[in-house]
């Protein structure tokens, strides 16, 4: 079985500040990696993914996560943020099963 | 394609009744999901199928849960005797197995969200 830790429930920060959301996964298989973004009232949508080359991955909206196989990690991270990135990231893994999720971080961007 | 499409988007129910949501995946997609998403929670899984087979249940699915797929298209949810514990936000999502090249992982539609009061 697989399961994710999400380090940090919440996270503010300023606008233009950099953040890191922190996820950490166990796995006795090979894993995929996923990191998705969840606004208001709204379904989940697919920020970035780890399937298999570079370790790291981007997105189109400046997001980056790097799959750290050591350290179990795959770690969220943008340089600066904006007003609009605030909202709920959930990191999840999958292996031998269906995706399994995170807790979630809630990032709130401060103006 | 207009993606993963869930209905109704609310549901306010009492406590007792049945409720069935529905959910359409992406047409050429022919795994379907069911998560479950409490307040302050991540999604959990509760029960997938491959066409119209039903592969895996949670254990949070219990006897009251019901899913089905019929002809392998769009899939439903039902939940009978509500608790007012299972008020959360019921998700769906679809993929396209057997194919790694590319893979784009689950698409999930935008939930419905249950209230039993």
């Known amino acids: 079985a697989q399961s994710v830790t999400q380090l940090d429930s919440q996270v503010p920060v300023f606008e233009e500040a950099p953040v890191e959301l922190r996820c950490n996964y166990s796995?006795?298989?090979?894993?995929?990696l996923f990191w998705y973004v969840q606004y208001p009232n709204q379904g989940l949508q697919l920020l970035l993914k780890?399937?298999?080359?570079?370790?790291l991955v981007e997105s189109i909206n400046g997001f980056e996560a790097e799959f750290n196989k050591s350290q179990t990690s795959f770690h969220l991270r943008k340089p600066s943020v904006h007003i609009s990135d605030t909202a709920e990231y959930f990191c999840?893994?999958?292996?031998?099963?269906?995706?399994?999720f995170g807790k979630g971080t809630r990032l709130s961007v401060i103006a | 394609d207009t993606g993963v499409s869930q209905d109704p988007r609310h549901k306010i129910t009492k406590r007792g009744q049945n409720v069935t949501f529905r959910c359409d995946p992406i047409s050429e997609h022919n795994r379907l999901y069911w998560y479950r998403q409490t307040l302050g929670q991540g999604p959990e899984f509760l029960t997938y199928?491959?066409?119209?087979?039903?592969?895996?249940k949670s254990r949070l699915l219990s006897d009251r849960f019901s899913a089905e797929r019929p002809k392998g298209s769009f899939s439903t949810l039902e939940i009978q005797r509500t608790e007012q514990g299972d008020s959360a936000m019921y998700l769906c999502?679809?993929?396209?197995?057997?194919?790694?090249?590319?893979?784009?992982?689950?698409?999930f539609g935008s939930g419905t969200r249950l209230t039993v009061v």
């Open positions: 999840a893994v999958k292996g031998n099963t269906p995706l399994v």
């Open positions: 199928f491959q066409n119209e087979a039903q592969l895996e």
């Open positions: 780890y399937l298999s080359g570079s370790t």
């Open positions: 999502a679809s993929s396209l197995e057997g194919r790694r090249a590319g893979w784009d992982g689950y698409t």
């Open positions: 796995s006795s298989v090979s894993v995929y």
